[in-house]
Protein backbone atom coordinates (compact mmCIF):
# COMPACT_ATOMS: atom_id res chain seq x y z
CA UNK A 1 0.00 0.00 0.00
CA UNK A 2 1.10 3.39 -0.35
CA UNK A 3 1.35 3.84 3.06
CA UNK A 4 4.54 3.88 5.65
CA UNK A 5 5.49 0.09 6.60
CA UNK A 6 3.33 -0.52 9.98
CA UNK A 7 6.09 -2.55 11.63
CA UNK A 8 3.10 -3.95 13.04
CA UNK A 9 2.98 -6.84 15.04
CA UNK A 10 0.69 -9.38 13.70
CA UNK A 11 -3.03 -8.29 14.81
CA UNK A 12 -6.54 -10.83 14.54
CA UNK A 13 -10.08 -9.75 14.40
CA UNK A 14 -12.76 -11.03 16.31
CA UNK A 15 -16.17 -9.88 14.69
CA UNK A 16 -17.73 -10.66 11.74
CA UNK A 17 -18.07 -7.44 10.19
CA UNK A 18 -19.64 -8.42 7.10
CA UNK A 19 -23.82 -7.98 7.92
CA UNK A 20 -25.70 -5.74 5.63
CA UNK A 21 -27.88 -3.62 6.71
CA UNK A 22 -31.99 -3.50 4.61
CA UNK A 23 -32.84 0.14 2.68
CA UNK A 24 -34.23 1.72 0.11
CA UNK A 25 -31.81 2.25 -3.42
CA UNK A 26 -30.50 4.78 -4.16
CA UNK A 27 -29.55 5.72 -0.60
CA UNK A 28 -28.71 9.90 -0.59
CA UNK A 29 -25.59 11.13 -0.85
CA UNK A 30 -23.82 12.71 2.68
CA UNK A 31 -24.38 16.11 2.80
CA UNK A 32 -20.65 17.45 1.88
CA UNK A 33 -21.76 16.61 -1.63
CA UNK A 34 -24.06 19.19 -1.82
CA UNK A 35 -20.87 22.10 -1.49
CA UNK A 36 -18.63 19.79 -3.55
CA UNK A 37 -16.71 18.64 -0.61
CA UNK A 38 -15.29 14.93 -0.42
CA UNK A 39 -15.43 11.71 2.32
CA UNK A 40 -13.20 9.72 0.80
CA UNK A 41 -13.05 6.48 2.36
CA UNK A 42 -9.88 3.78 1.32
CA UNK A 43 -10.75 0.26 0.96
CA UNK A 44 -7.73 -2.16 0.70
CA UNK A 45 -7.41 -5.64 -1.49
CA UNK A 46 -5.82 -7.47 2.23
CA UNK A 47 -7.82 -6.66 4.62
CA UNK A 48 -10.27 -9.38 6.41
CA UNK A 49 -13.40 -7.10 6.48
CA UNK A 50 -15.36 -6.32 3.46
CA UNK A 51 -16.61 -2.95 3.06
CA UNK A 52 -20.36 -2.99 3.53
CA UNK A 53 -23.29 -0.99 1.63
CA UNK A 54 -23.39 0.92 4.97
CA UNK A 55 -20.06 2.44 4.78
CA UNK A 56 -20.41 2.99 1.41
CA UNK A 57 -23.23 5.29 1.92
CA UNK A 58 -21.26 8.01 3.98
CA UNK A 59 -18.70 8.21 1.57
CA UNK A 60 -18.72 10.62 -1.40
CA UNK A 61 -15.95 8.55 -2.86
CA UNK A 62 -13.96 5.31 -2.16
CA UNK A 63 -11.19 4.31 -3.87
CA UNK A 64 -9.76 0.61 -3.76
CA UNK A 65 -6.01 -0.06 -3.04
CA UNK A 66 -4.67 -1.02 -5.29
CA UNK A 67 -3.40 -2.60 -9.32
CA UNK A 68 0.34 -2.88 -9.85
CA UNK A 69 2.53 -1.02 -11.55
CA UNK A 70 5.30 -2.39 -13.86
CA UNK A 71 8.46 -1.57 -15.72
CA UNK A 72 7.22 -0.91 -18.38
CA UNK A 73 4.19 1.20 -17.85
CA UNK A 74 2.07 -2.13 -18.16
CA UNK A 75 -0.97 -2.49 -14.80
CA UNK A 76 -3.20 -5.03 -13.28
CA UNK A 77 -4.75 -6.33 -10.20
CA UNK A 78 -2.06 -8.29 -7.69
CA UNK A 79 -3.94 -11.16 -7.95
CA UNK A 80 -7.54 -12.80 -8.42
CA UNK A 81 -8.68 -11.91 -4.59
CA UNK A 82 -8.03 -7.91 -5.31
CA UNK A 83 -10.13 -8.36 -8.86
CA UNK A 84 -12.90 -9.73 -6.98
CA UNK A 85 -12.77 -7.43 -4.07
CA UNK A 86 -12.72 -4.61 -6.25
CA UNK A 87 -15.71 -5.53 -8.50
CA UNK A 88 -17.38 -6.50 -5.17
CA UNK A 89 -17.09 -2.90 -4.16
CA UNK A 90 -18.01 -1.46 -7.47
CA UNK A 91 -21.26 -3.29 -7.23
CA UNK A 92 -21.74 -2.19 -4.15
CA UNK A 93 -21.52 1.12 -4.69
CA UNK A 94 -24.13 1.46 -7.89
CA UNK A 95 -25.91 0.14 -5.44
CA UNK A 96 -26.29 2.42 -2.97
CA UNK A 97 -25.92 5.41 -4.65
CA UNK A 98 -24.61 5.73 -8.65
CA UNK A 99 -23.01 9.38 -7.99
CA UNK A 100 -20.45 8.00 -5.47
CA UNK A 101 -17.65 7.97 -7.23
CA UNK A 102 -15.54 4.80 -7.26
CA UNK A 103 -12.23 4.83 -8.52
CA UNK A 104 -8.94 3.24 -7.77
CA UNK A 105 -4.93 3.80 -7.00
CA UNK A 106 -1.78 3.07 -8.95
CA UNK A 107 1.57 2.45 -7.34
CA UNK A 108 1.84 2.87 -3.65
CA UNK A 109 2.83 0.90 -0.66
CA UNK A 110 6.51 -1.22 -2.23
CA UNK A 111 5.11 0.02 -5.89
CA UNK A 112 6.85 3.08 -6.83
CA UNK A 113 10.07 2.04 -8.00
CA UNK A 114 8.86 2.17 -11.72
CA UNK A 115 7.63 5.93 -11.63
CA UNK A 116 10.62 7.28 -12.41
CA UNK A 117 11.85 5.45 -15.13
CA UNK A 118 8.20 5.06 -16.68
CA UNK A 119 8.06 8.69 -16.70
CA UNK A 120 11.35 9.90 -18.17
CA UNK A 121 11.00 8.02 -20.87
CA UNK A 122 8.26 9.32 -23.57
CA UNK A 123 6.92 5.55 -25.17
CA UNK A 124 6.93 4.14 -21.59
CA UNK A 125 4.65 6.63 -20.44
CA UNK A 126 2.69 6.95 -23.29
CA UNK A 127 2.46 2.48 -22.67
CA UNK A 128 1.52 3.28 -18.98
CA UNK A 129 -1.41 5.87 -19.73
CA UNK A 130 -2.92 3.78 -22.65
CA UNK A 131 -2.92 0.51 -19.77
CA UNK A 132 -4.66 3.10 -17.21
CA UNK A 133 -7.11 4.32 -19.61
CA UNK A 134 -8.13 0.86 -20.50
CA UNK A 135 -8.25 -0.18 -17.28
CA UNK A 136 -10.62 2.70 -16.27
CA UNK A 137 -12.79 1.88 -19.32
CA UNK A 138 -13.33 -1.11 -19.09
CA UNK A 139 -13.82 -1.29 -15.61
CA UNK A 140 -16.58 1.37 -15.77
CA UNK A 141 -15.12 3.15 -13.01
CA UNK A 142 -14.83 7.09 -12.39
CA UNK A 143 -11.10 7.87 -12.21
CA UNK A 144 -7.67 6.92 -10.80
CA UNK A 145 -4.98 8.34 -7.72
CA UNK A 146 -2.01 8.45 -8.48
CA UNK A 147 0.72 7.27 -5.74
CA UNK A 148 3.96 8.13 -6.53
CA UNK A 149 4.64 9.75 -2.67
CA UNK A 150 7.98 10.50 -3.31
CA UNK A 151 8.83 11.52 -6.87
CA UNK A 152 12.58 12.55 -6.39
CA UNK A 153 15.23 10.10 -7.52
CA UNK A 154 15.83 12.09 -10.36
CA UNK A 155 15.82 15.81 -10.74
CA UNK A 156 13.67 15.62 -13.41
CA UNK A 157 10.72 14.03 -11.85
CA UNK A 158 8.77 16.92 -10.31
CA UNK A 159 8.61 18.19 -14.05
CA UNK A 160 8.12 14.92 -15.41
CA UNK A 161 4.77 14.27 -12.72
CA UNK A 162 2.91 17.12 -14.23
CA UNK A 163 4.09 15.91 -17.66
CA UNK A 164 2.46 13.08 -17.27
CA UNK A 165 -0.72 14.36 -15.47
CA UNK A 166 -1.17 16.72 -18.42
CA UNK A 167 -1.36 13.33 -20.80
CA UNK A 168 -3.44 11.51 -18.59
CA UNK A 169 -6.00 14.74 -18.64
CA UNK A 170 -5.93 14.64 -22.38
CA UNK A 171 -6.23 10.55 -23.51
CA UNK A 172 -9.09 10.99 -20.35
CA UNK A 173 -11.05 13.99 -22.54
CA UNK A 174 -10.32 11.69 -25.76
CA UNK A 175 -12.07 9.11 -23.32
CA UNK A 176 -15.00 10.86 -22.63
CA UNK A 177 -15.63 11.49 -25.91
CA UNK A 178 -15.61 8.41 -26.78
CA UNK A 179 -17.90 6.67 -24.43
CA UNK A 180 -20.37 9.58 -24.09
CA UNK A 181 -19.27 10.50 -20.75
CA UNK A 182 -21.12 13.70 -19.73
CA UNK A 183 -18.70 14.15 -16.37
CA UNK A 184 -15.01 14.61 -16.42
CA UNK A 185 -13.07 11.28 -15.30
CA UNK A 186 -10.93 12.39 -12.07
CA UNK A 187 -7.49 12.21 -11.24
CA UNK A 188 -6.03 12.42 -8.21
CA UNK A 189 -2.74 12.17 -6.34
CA UNK A 190 -1.70 10.99 -3.29
CA UNK A 191 0.70 13.00 -1.28
CA UNK A 192 3.15 12.51 2.45
CA UNK A 193 3.00 14.25 5.40
CA UNK A 194 6.39 15.23 4.72
CA UNK A 195 7.21 19.22 3.97
CA UNK A 196 9.49 20.18 1.68
CA UNK A 197 10.95 23.70 0.13
CA UNK A 198 8.11 24.42 -2.46
CA UNK A 199 11.06 24.71 -5.23
CA UNK A 200 11.86 20.95 -4.30
CA UNK A 201 8.68 19.08 -3.18
CA UNK A 202 5.57 18.66 -5.81
CA UNK A 203 4.79 21.23 -7.73
CA UNK A 204 1.04 21.46 -6.63
CA UNK A 205 -0.09 24.63 -8.63
CA UNK A 206 1.13 22.13 -11.86
CA UNK A 207 -0.39 19.44 -10.11
CA UNK A 208 -3.78 20.68 -9.88
CA UNK A 209 -3.98 22.15 -13.36
CA UNK A 210 -4.42 18.54 -14.43
CA UNK A 211 -5.57 17.09 -11.27
CA UNK A 212 -9.13 17.47 -9.59
CA UNK A 213 -7.41 16.93 -6.01
CA UNK A 214 -5.09 15.76 -3.61
CA UNK A 215 -5.58 13.29 -0.50
CA UNK A 216 -3.07 14.31 1.58
CA UNK A 217 -1.19 11.64 4.06
CA UNK A 218 -1.39 13.49 6.97
CA UNK A 219 -0.47 11.43 9.84
CA UNK A 220 2.64 8.68 10.08
CA UNK A 221 4.34 11.18 11.91
CA UNK A 222 5.60 8.91 15.08
CA UNK A 223 5.80 5.05 14.75
CA UNK A 224 8.28 2.30 16.29
CA UNK A 225 10.63 3.64 13.95
CA UNK A 226 14.43 2.57 15.45
CA UNK A 227 17.16 5.41 15.93
CA UNK A 228 20.43 4.31 17.60
CA UNK A 229 19.04 6.70 20.32
CA UNK A 230 15.40 4.60 20.79
CA UNK A 231 12.14 5.25 19.14
CA UNK A 232 10.49 8.48 19.74
CA UNK A 233 6.62 8.15 20.84
CA UNK A 234 3.90 10.60 19.87
CA UNK A 235 0.48 10.66 18.04
CA UNK A 236 0.00 8.88 15.10
CA UNK A 237 -1.37 12.68 13.57
CA UNK A 238 -0.54 15.19 15.71
CA UNK A 239 -2.96 18.51 14.28
CA UNK A 240 -0.51 20.96 16.07
CA UNK A 241 2.71 20.98 18.26
CA UNK A 242 5.47 17.89 18.03
CA UNK A 243 8.91 17.75 16.69
CA UNK A 244 7.97 15.79 13.42
CA UNK A 245 5.91 18.53 12.20
CA UNK A 246 2.12 17.94 12.30
CA UNK A 247 -1.18 18.46 10.34
CA UNK A 248 -1.28 21.93 10.53
CA UNK A 249 2.20 22.59 8.77
CA UNK A 250 1.49 20.03 6.32
CA UNK A 251 -1.81 21.08 5.26
CA UNK A 252 -0.84 25.03 5.46
CA UNK A 253 1.52 23.85 2.69
CA UNK A 254 -0.68 21.94 0.62
CA UNK A 255 -2.99 25.26 0.79
CA UNK A 256 -0.29 27.78 0.31
CA UNK A 257 1.71 25.44 -2.67
CA UNK A 258 -1.97 25.56 -4.52
CA UNK A 259 -3.52 28.62 -3.61
CA UNK A 260 -6.64 25.78 -4.08
CA UNK A 261 -7.29 24.62 -0.51
CA UNK A 262 -10.57 23.31 -1.67
CA UNK A 263 -8.69 20.75 -3.62
CA UNK A 264 -6.65 19.25 -1.05
CA UNK A 265 -8.43 16.77 1.25
CA UNK A 266 -6.97 15.76 5.48
CA UNK A 267 -6.16 12.30 5.79
CA UNK A 268 -7.53 10.57 9.16
CA UNK A 269 -5.93 6.92 9.72
CA UNK A 270 -8.75 4.50 11.85
CA UNK A 271 -5.41 2.59 13.49
CA UNK A 272 -3.27 3.50 16.80
CA UNK A 273 0.58 3.01 17.28
CA UNK A 274 1.67 1.20 20.75
CA UNK A 275 5.23 1.14 21.52
CA UNK A 276 6.92 -1.00 24.22
CA UNK A 277 9.81 -0.79 26.74
CA UNK A 278 8.88 2.56 26.75
CA UNK A 279 11.30 4.74 29.36
CA UNK A 280 8.96 7.19 32.42
CA UNK A 281 11.16 10.16 31.09
CA UNK A 282 9.38 12.71 29.30
CA UNK A 283 10.55 14.29 26.29
CA UNK A 284 11.57 18.40 25.72
CA UNK A 285 9.83 19.05 22.76
CA UNK A 286 11.67 22.60 22.40
CA UNK A 287 15.20 20.59 22.28
CA UNK A 288 15.08 17.43 20.78
CA UNK A 289 18.44 16.54 20.71
CA UNK A 290 21.95 17.68 22.81
CA UNK A 291 24.83 15.43 21.95
CA UNK A 292 22.96 12.85 20.38
CA UNK A 293 21.72 12.51 23.45
CA UNK A 294 18.18 13.17 24.74
CA UNK A 295 17.35 16.59 26.79
CA UNK A 296 15.38 15.88 29.15
CA UNK A 297 12.52 18.21 31.09
CA UNK A 298 12.62 18.05 35.20
CA UNK A 299 9.66 18.44 36.37
CA UNK A 300 7.96 16.31 34.02
CA UNK A 301 5.29 18.85 32.87
CA UNK A 302 4.89 17.86 29.78
CA UNK A 303 2.25 15.34 27.97
CA UNK A 304 3.12 12.08 28.56
CA UNK A 305 2.86 11.61 24.58
CA UNK A 306 6.53 12.45 24.09
CA UNK A 307 8.85 9.57 25.34
CA UNK A 308 11.55 7.18 24.52
CA UNK A 309 11.26 3.24 23.87
CA UNK A 310 14.14 1.56 24.25
CA UNK A 311 15.58 -0.79 21.44
CA UNK A 312 16.01 -4.65 21.71
CA UNK A 313 18.44 -6.20 19.12
CA UNK A 314 18.63 -3.04 17.68
CA UNK A 315 14.89 -2.32 17.35
CA UNK A 316 11.98 -0.93 18.43
CA UNK A 317 9.12 -3.33 19.64
CA UNK A 318 5.64 -2.00 18.93
CA UNK A 319 3.36 -2.02 16.03
CA UNK A 320 0.14 -0.96 14.90
CA UNK A 321 -3.66 -1.52 15.88
CA UNK A 322 -6.53 -0.30 14.30
CA UNK A 323 -10.37 0.57 15.76
CA UNK A 324 -12.09 -2.94 15.22
CA UNK A 325 -9.25 -4.14 17.17
CA UNK A 326 -11.02 -4.32 21.08
CA UNK A 327 -8.47 -6.94 22.11
CA UNK A 328 -5.35 -8.09 20.49
CA UNK A 329 -4.48 -11.14 22.18
CA UNK A 330 -1.65 -12.15 19.37
CA UNK A 331 0.20 -9.01 20.89
CA UNK A 332 -0.92 -8.65 24.38
CA UNK A 333 -2.97 -5.79 24.62
CA UNK A 334 -6.51 -4.37 25.64
CA UNK A 335 -7.39 -1.13 23.77
CA UNK A 336 -9.87 0.11 26.49
CA UNK A 337 -10.60 3.56 24.64
CA UNK A 338 -12.23 4.42 27.76
CA UNK A 339 -8.66 4.48 29.90
CA UNK A 340 -7.56 7.44 27.36
CA UNK A 341 -5.91 10.47 28.07
CA UNK A 342 -6.49 14.07 25.93
CA UNK A 343 -3.36 15.72 24.82
CA UNK A 344 -4.99 19.54 24.10
CA UNK A 345 -1.89 20.48 22.07
CA UNK A 346 -2.01 18.16 19.69
CA UNK A 347 -5.60 17.53 19.96
CA UNK A 348 -4.84 13.81 20.19
CA UNK A 349 -5.95 10.95 22.60
CA UNK A 350 -3.11 8.57 24.01
CA UNK A 351 -2.66 5.45 26.72
CA UNK A 352 -0.05 5.47 29.08
CA UNK A 353 0.51 2.25 31.02
CA UNK A 354 3.91 2.70 33.12
CA UNK A 355 3.54 -0.09 34.77
CA UNK A 356 3.98 -2.64 31.59
CA UNK A 357 5.69 0.45 29.98
CA UNK A 358 3.29 1.05 27.41
CA UNK A 359 2.21 3.67 25.43
CA UNK A 360 -0.66 3.66 22.57
CA UNK A 361 -1.44 7.03 20.53
CA UNK A 362 -4.52 6.47 18.38
CA UNK A 363 -7.60 8.44 16.59
CA UNK A 364 -10.50 8.87 19.38
CA UNK A 365 -13.95 10.11 18.45
CA UNK A 366 -12.75 13.61 19.72
CA UNK A 367 -9.83 13.42 17.78
CA UNK A 368 -11.42 12.79 14.76
CA UNK A 369 -14.05 15.44 15.50
CA UNK A 370 -11.22 18.14 15.77
CA UNK A 371 -9.60 17.35 12.55
CA UNK A 372 -12.97 17.63 10.76
CA UNK A 373 -13.68 20.85 12.25
CA UNK A 374 -9.79 21.96 11.83
CA UNK A 375 -10.46 21.19 7.69
CA UNK A 376 -13.77 23.07 7.83
CA UNK A 377 -12.36 26.42 9.12
CA UNK A 378 -9.54 25.45 7.14
CA UNK A 379 -11.89 26.00 3.95
CA UNK A 380 -9.98 22.44 3.02
CA UNK A 381 -11.87 20.29 0.74
CA UNK A 382 -12.66 17.08 2.79
CA UNK A 383 -11.42 14.57 4.47
CA UNK A 384 -9.74 11.31 3.53
CA UNK A 385 -9.87 7.89 5.24
CA UNK A 386 -7.43 4.93 5.51
CA UNK A 387 -9.23 2.68 6.04
CA UNK A 388 -12.54 1.96 5.74
CA UNK A 389 -12.44 -1.79 7.16
CA UNK A 390 -10.44 -0.48 10.40
CA UNK A 391 -14.11 0.81 11.61
CA UNK A 392 -15.35 -0.44 14.40
CA UNK A 393 -18.80 -2.99 14.16
CA UNK A 394 -20.91 0.41 14.48
CA UNK A 395 -18.78 2.33 12.20
CA UNK A 396 -18.61 5.06 14.38
CA UNK A 397 -15.99 6.55 12.67
CA UNK A 398 -17.30 6.94 9.36
CA UNK A 399 -20.61 8.04 10.75
CA UNK A 400 -19.02 11.12 12.68
CA UNK A 401 -17.63 12.22 10.02
CA UNK A 402 -20.26 11.67 7.68
CA UNK A 403 -22.43 13.71 10.08
CA UNK A 404 -20.78 16.92 10.18
CA UNK A 405 -21.72 19.83 8.32
CA UNK A 406 -18.35 20.16 5.78
CA UNK A 407 -20.48 22.90 3.59
CA UNK A 408 -19.10 26.19 5.64
CA UNK A 409 -20.22 28.65 3.31
CA UNK A 410 -16.98 30.20 2.07
CA UNK A 411 -16.30 30.70 -0.82
CA UNK A 412 -14.06 28.39 -3.08
CA UNK A 413 -10.34 28.15 -2.58
CA UNK A 414 -10.45 31.04 0.01
CA UNK A 415 -6.60 30.73 1.68
CA UNK A 416 -7.40 31.04 5.65
CA UNK A 417 -3.73 30.35 6.41
CA UNK A 418 -0.82 32.98 6.42
CA UNK A 419 0.78 31.85 3.64
Known amino acids: ?204 RGILKYADFINVISYEYYGPWGQKTGAYTGPVGPLYGGMRGNIDDTMKSHACGSMKPTQVTLGIPLYGKFWRNVKEEVINQNETMCEEEICRIEDQGESELWKLAELKNGRPKGGFISWNDRENDDVGIIWDKKKAKWDNETKSSYIWNPEERLLITFESEKSIEEKVKYAIEKNLGGINIFSVSMDDELDTALSLVSSMKMCNGVSKNKIIYNC
Not at 107 to 123: C, I, L, P, Y
Not at 152 to 167: M, P, S, T, Y
Request: charged share 25%; net charge positive.
Open 1 to 204: MMFQNFHKEKVRFFVDFNIEFCSDYPLPLTSAASCGKRIVGYYTGWEPRKISENQISKLTHIIFVAIRMYGNGQVQFHNSEYSSRFFELKRKARRVNSKIKVMIGVGGKGNTQHFSSVMADKEKRKTFISSLVKFVSSSQIDGLEITWTYPFAQAEDRQNLVIFLKELRAAFTKLEHENGRTEKYIIDMLTPQIIWKQSEGYDF
